[in-house]
C-alpha cells in the first residue's frame, strides 16, 4: 500500500510523468508512430486492456512526444491528485469534495517562469510543429487542445477562467475553439463584444494534472479554477502575468499559445469523435465556432505534448467527468441537507454524466426517494442525467455487483420506478433526435427496501465468531496472503439492532 507520504511532489507534467513512472504507471513507446489516426488507435486499445499511460517518444515527422491515457485507471487518478494509490473513484471524489470545500488557495506570481524559455512571434508561430493528433477517420483535422485549458479573464472583475473547450488546429496561427454557450469563456466573450474589444486568450496544454482537473470542473463563475488547484494540491500554483495579453498563466506548462479571440469572427470547426462515443449532431456551418488568433507561443525546453483520445468510454474525459461530477454531486446532496448520505457515483463507463448511483442509510419512509429526486434537482444532477440509482448503505456506489442484487431483490419496477419528465438535457445526447436535444426525460430506480415495511425479508448473515476464527486461521486452511476477511466482519454478520 503506497501512503501518501511517498508520493511525488507534482508540479508540472513532468513531475507527474514521474510519479506515474515510479508507481510502473508509464509505458514509454520507442517505435515510430504516426500522430494521424495509428497514435489515438494504439492508445484507445491500449485502454480498452486497461494499460498504461503512454508516451509516445517517436512521433513521425516530430521531436516532441506525446503523452495519452493519464488518467484512465483509478490509481493514475490518485496519483496526480497526490493521495492513496487504493482509493476507488468514489472514495477519491470524497477527498475532492472535502479539499475542495476548505479555503481556496491562491497562485503564486514567478519571475522566471519556465515555459517563456522558448518564445515563438511572427513567421515561427506555426501549430504544424506541434504533434497535435488526429484522432478518428472522421474528425476535421488535428486537435491541440484535449488535454489543457483556454484562459480568459472578465474585464470587469479580473476573474481569470480557466476551462477546457477541445481546440482545433484551423490554420498555422488559427485554433478553432468549442466553447458550448453558457460556459465561462462564453461568458467572458459577451463581455468584451458589449465593449466592442478583442478578447485575450491563451490556449494552455501540458501543466500539472490538477489544472487541468480543475479547468474542466463546474466551478462557480468568479472563482478562478487556480485556487481550486491550489486547494486541491494544498499548496498555490506558479503563475506569471504575460507581458503579451495581461493574462495569468501557469509559469510550468509546456505549451501556451497566446492571442486574441475577435468575438464576431466564427469559423467551422470538427466534426469531433465526441466522449458519448458519437460524433456531435450539428457541424459545419450550422454549428461554427470562435478562433483564437495566435500572435505568440511559448514553450518550455524539449517540450512535451499532452492529449486525450476521447471516443467510446472508458477514456481520460470519462474518468475526470465521474471523478468531478460525482464530487460536486456529493457536495449539493450535502449542501441539500439531505440526510443520510453513505456514497455516491458517477460512473465513467456512463461517460461520467449520464446514471448516478446513491447509497443512503435510510432514517424516514420515503427516504430513499427524497435522495433520488434530490440528485435530478440538484446543479450537477439537473443537466443531463438521465437516470438514478438508489441503494441502501450496506452498499457501496460503486459496488456494480451489488448494485446488481439490489435491483434484482429489493426492486419491484411498478413500486420503485418513476419518470420525470422534461428535465435539461445536452446537445450532444445521442440518445434524443439532433434537433431535440434540449430536453430530456429522467428515471428514478429506488433498489431500497421500504424503510416502512414492518415485515422487512430476512437477509442471510455469517456467524461473527465463526468468521472472526475463520479469518485468524486463514493462512492455515493453505490460503495464501492475509486474510479478506478483515474490515469485512461487520459487513458479513448481521447488524447489532438499533436501539430504540
Ligand atoms: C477532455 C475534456 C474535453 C472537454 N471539451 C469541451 C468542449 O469542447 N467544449 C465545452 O464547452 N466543454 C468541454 N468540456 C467540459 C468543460 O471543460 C467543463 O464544462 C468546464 O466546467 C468548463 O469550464 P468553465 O466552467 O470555466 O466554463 C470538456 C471536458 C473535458 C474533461
Ligand atoms: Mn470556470
Redesign the pocket.
Known amino acids: 500500500m503506497t501512503s501518501k507520504k511517498d508520493t511525488i511532489m507534482i508540479d508540472d507534467l513532468r513531475s507527474y510523468i514521474d510519479a506515474l513512472e515510479q508507481a510502473g504507471e508509464l509505458k514509454r513507446i520507442k517505435a515510430e508512430v504516426d500522430s494521424k489516426f495509428e497514435l489515438c488507435h494504439v492508445s484507445k486499445v491500449n485502454e480498452e486492456q486497461k494499460g498504461p499511460a503512454l508516451l509516445y517518444e517517436n512521433v513521425k515527422g516530430f521531436d516532441i512526444p506525446v503523452l495519452t491515457s493519464a488518467f484512465t485507471t483509478p490509481k493514475r487518478l490518485a496519483i496526480a491528485l497526490e493521495q492513496d494509490h487504493n482509493l476507488s473513484m468514489s472514495d477519491l471524489s470524497k477527498e475532492w469534495m472535502k479539499l475542495t470545500v476548505q479555503e481556496l488557495v491562491p497562485p503564486v506570481f514567478v519571475d522566471k517562469p519556465k515555459v517563456m524559455e522558448n518564445v515563438l512571434e511572427g513567421d515561427d508561430v506555426d501549430m504544424d510543429k506541434i504533434p497535435s493528433p488526429w484522432f478518428y477517420p472522421e474528425d476535421g483535422g488535428r486537435f491541440f487542445v484535449?488535454?489543457g485549458?483556454l484562459v480568459t479573464k472578465d474585464p470587469d472583475t479580473g476573474w481569470v477562467?480557466?476551462?477546457?473547450?477541445?481546440s482545433q488546429v484551423l490554420g498555422n496561427d488559427i485554433l478553432g475553439t468549442?466553447?458550448?454557450k453558457g460556459?465561462?469563456?462564453?461568458f467572458h466573450l459577451k463581455q468584451y463584444a458589449e465593449r466592442g474589444e478583442l478578447m485575450p486568450a491563451a490556449a494552455v496544454v501540458g501543466t500539472d494534472p490538477v489544472l487541468f482537473l480543475a479547468?474542466?470542473?463546474?466551478?462557480s463563475a468568479q472563482t478562478d479554477?487556480y485556487n481550486i488547484a491550489g486547494a486541491l494540491r494544498q499548496r498555490p500554483v506558479e503563475v506569471f502575468k504575460s507581458d503579451l495579453t495581461g493574462l495569468t498563466l501557469p509559469a510550468n506548462a509546456e505549451f501556451i499559445c497566446e492571442g486574441f479571440i475577435d468575438p464576431n469572427e466564427l469559423m467551422e470547426e470538427g466534426p469531433f469523435g465526441e466522449?458519448t462515443g458519437y460524433y456531435s449532431g450539428n457541424k459545419g456551418k450550422d454549428f461554427p465556432k470562435p478562433v483564437l488568433r495566435i500572435k505568440r507561443i511559448l514553450h518550455r525546453n524539449k517540450p512535451i505534448m499532452w492529449s486525450?483520445t476521447?471516443g467510446k468510454p472508458i477514456n481520460?474525459?470519462h474518468m475526470?467527468?465521474s471523478l468531478n461530477r460525482t464530487a460536486t454531486l456529493w457536495h449539493d446532496l450535502e449542501t441539500m441537507k439531505v440526510p443520510g448520505i453513505e456514497s455516491v457515483y458517477i460512473p465513467p463507463e456512463a461517460c461520467g454524466r449520464f446514471w448516478g448511483v446513491v447509497s443512503v442509510r435510510q432514517k424516514y419512509p420515503g427516504h430513499s426517494n427524497h435522495v433520488g429526486n434530490a440528485v435530478i434537482a440538484s446543479t450537477t444532477g439537473h443537466y443531463g442525467m438521465k437516470g438514478v440509482i438508489v441503494v441502501d448503505h450496506d452498499i457501496r456506489a460503486d459496488d456494480w455487483d451489488r448494485i446488481w442484487w439490489a435491483l434484482a431483490t429489493r426492486f419491484d419496477p411498478k413500486r420503485s420506478a418513476q419518470i420525470i419528465d422534461r428535465g435539461r438535457s445536452t446537445p450532444l445526447d445521442p440518445g434524443l433526435p439532433i434537433d431535440a436535444r434540449d430536453i430530456t426525460s429522467r428515471i428514478i430506480l429506488d433498489a431500497c427496501t421500504p424503510y416502512e415495511w414492518a415485515n422487512k425479508p430476512n437477509e442471510i448473515f455469517m456467524d461473527r465468531e465463526v468468521l472472526q476464527k475463520v479469518s485468524n486461521r486463514w493462512n492455515e486452511y493453505g490460503f495464501e496472503g492475509t486474510s479478506p476477511v478483515e474490515g469485512l466482519i461487520n459487513s458479513l454478520t448481521r447488524p447489532e439492532p438499533v436501539k430504540k
Open positions: 484535449t488535454a485549458f477562467n480557466l476551462g477546457t473547450y477541445r468549442q466553447i458550448i460556459k465561462h469563456a462564453d479547468s474542466s470542473t463546474l466551478v479554477e466522449y486525450t476521447v481520460d474525459i475526470i467527468q
